[in-house]
Antibody
Framework: QVQLLESGPGLVKPSQTLSLTCTVS?????????WSWIRQHPGKGLEWIGY???????YYNPSLESRVTIAVDTSKNQFSLKVRSVTGADTAVYYC???????????WGLGTLVTVSS | QSVLTQPPSVSGAPGQRVTISCTGS?????????VHWYRQLPGTAPKLLIY???NRPSGVPDRFSGSRSGSSASLAITGLQPEDEADYYC???????????FGGGTKVTVL
């Protein structure tokens, strides 16, 4: 059974970089899947941030593309998210998830709350 | 503003049938991309409920069903039960974004 778990700081200062890691267990990060990040603002709906597949191909939500980087570390079976120049609008629960080519997000992490505040 | 449009809330008495609509456009649902549905309980991650428009993962009761028509899709819950109270989200692929899009979510209340 594939399991995903997010980790990273729960508090980030404005203008700094938000960095999160998703550790994958029960499956290889190098498999033919898409590894995604999704966020949920407090009390709001879900927003797709982006995904990486084949360890190096990335697609990002156009609204976030200029500030976001997703990368894979195959040695640790992890993938990561960096969001630069954060503001309060980036305060959200961040989820990592696994999907495929046009297939649903079948596996999700538990989610981690990141608050942007000084 | 979500790319896919859902009603903010629906409600029904126990045993009744409720439906949740999900309206997209020609760049997502209308383009033929599959629609998936998720259920989210408070404080937990979303969980896949329906995939590929109308398929249920193992363990999902047949009280839940999905359908699509044109640029829209629907989730139906029959025999509504108290434990069905949750937020429900639709999701598809959008070719303009080259990525996934979600509906704004619908809160189901069992009266």
């Amino acid at each position: 059974q594939v399991q995903l778990l997010e980790s990273g700081p729960g508090l980030v200062k404005p203008s700094q970089t938000l960095s999160l890691t998703c550790t994958v267990s029960g499956g290889s990060i190098s498999s033919a899947n898409y590894w995604s990040w999704i966020r949920q603002h407090p009390g709001k709906g879900l927003e797709w941030i982006g995904y990486i597949f084949s360890t190096e191909n990335t697609y990002y939500n156009p609204s976030l593309e200029s500030r976001v980087t997703i990368a894979v570390d195959t040695s640790k079976n992890q993938f990561s998210l960096k969001v630069r120049s954060v503001t309060g609008a980036d305060t959200a629960v961040y989820y990592c998830a696994r999907n495929g080519d046009f297939t649903p997000f079948e596996y999700w992490g538990l989610g981690t709350l990141v608050t942007v505040s000084s | 503003q979500s790319v896919l449009t859902q009603p903010p809330s629906v409600s029904g008495a126990p045993g009744q049938r409720v439906t949740i609509s999900c309206t997209g456009s020609s760049s997502n649902i209308g383009a033929g991309y599959d629609v998936h549905w998720y259920r989210q309980l408070p404080g937990t991650a979303p969980k896949l409920l329906i995939y590929g428009d109308s398929n249920r993962p193992s363990g999902v009761p047949d009280r839940f069903s999905g359908s699509r028509s044109g640029s829209s899709a629907s989730l139906a819950i029959t025999g509504l039960q108290p434990e069905d109270e949750a937020d429900y989200y639709c999701q598809s692929f959008d070719r303009t974004m080259s990525g996934s899009v979600f509906g704004g979510g619908t809160k189901v209340t069992v009266l």
